[in-house]
């Protein structure tokens, strides 16, 4: 199957700075990449779809201005938590499309503790 | 809006006994899929079984069979003599056709005693 990779697997960031995501779709191109978060003990839930050369769709109560997105190739979406709070310690998956229509691809994933 | 439900939060079996993990779903688009994953400490999503709306067959890949019933919206999985590999959460997802998002159940940790 395709593999998709996440960089960093793990990040520790002072409160108040920004942290980058990276997700790759290593060797298949993904025009559609989603973000998920995951609370410790809890189910993932979307937080938007990135989409290859336009803006990002945000599901309702994720902040856009906190969450940025930028997918600028097809295959390389980023996610920036902007200046980061304990709160938003989380583990964050994203996932890309493959070839086949809803054919889904998870990374796996990166874990994010704000300090 | 799409709605997963996998109302055991925690099962605890003892090796070699089978174990059934229930999801039910809630959709009102007519096609659509259904998915099980396995994540284990580590994180990482293992993807299990695709199945889509269409094929109601139940499948049986190895210890691992899943029962797929439209007409109340479950898609259950059972693990044959389960093992203590096999303790993990388990995820019951759903996506309707062309969306690609998934939806996801709440997750069911198995623990598998030696």
């Known amino acids: 199957g395709a593999v998709v990779s996440q960089h960093p697997s793990w990040v520790i960031c002072k409160s108040g700075t920004s942290v980058k995501i990276e997700c790759r779709s290593l060797?298949?191109?993904?025009?559609?990449m989603f973000w998920y978060r995951q609370f410790p003990k809890q189910s993932l839930m979307l937080m938007a779809t990135?989409?290859?050369?336009?803006?990002?769709?945000?599901e309702q109560g994720v902040e856009k201005d906190k969450f940025l997105i930028n997918h600028a190739s097809l295959t390389l979406s980023t996610l920036t938590v902007t200046s980061a709070h304990p709160e938003d310690s989380s583990f964050y998956i994203c996932?890309?499309?493959?070839?086949?229509?809803?054919?889904?691809?998870f990374g796996p994933g990166t874990r994010l503790t704000v300090l | 809006a799409q709605k997963v439900t996998q109302a055991q939060t925690e099962i605890s079996v003892v090796e070699k006994e089978d174990v059934t993990l229930d999801c039910v779903y809630e959709?009102?688009?007519?096609?659509?899929?259904l998915f099980w994953y396995k994540q284990p400490p580590s994180g990482e999503l293992v993807f299990l079984i695709r199945?889509?709306?269409?094929?109601?067959q139940n499948e049986i890949s190895g210890r691992y069979s899943w029962n797929f019933q439209k007409s109340t919206s479950s898609f259950n999985f059972t693990i044959t003599a389960s093992q203590v590999v096999d303790s993990a959460v388990y995820f019951c997802?759903?996506?309707?056709?062309?969306?690609?998002?998934?939806?996801f159940g709440d997750g069911t940790t198995l623990t598998v005693k030696p």
């Open positions: 996932s890309a499309g493959g070839a086949e229509v809803d054919e889904q691809f």
């Open positions: 060797d298949f191109q993904a025009t559609t």
């Open positions: 990135s989409n290859e050369g336009s803006k990002a769709t945000y």
């Open positions: 959709t009102r688009d007519t096609t659509y899929y």
């Open positions: 199945r889509n709306s269409f094929d109601e």
């Open positions: 997802a759903l996506s309707v056709f062309n969306a690609g998002k998934s939806t």
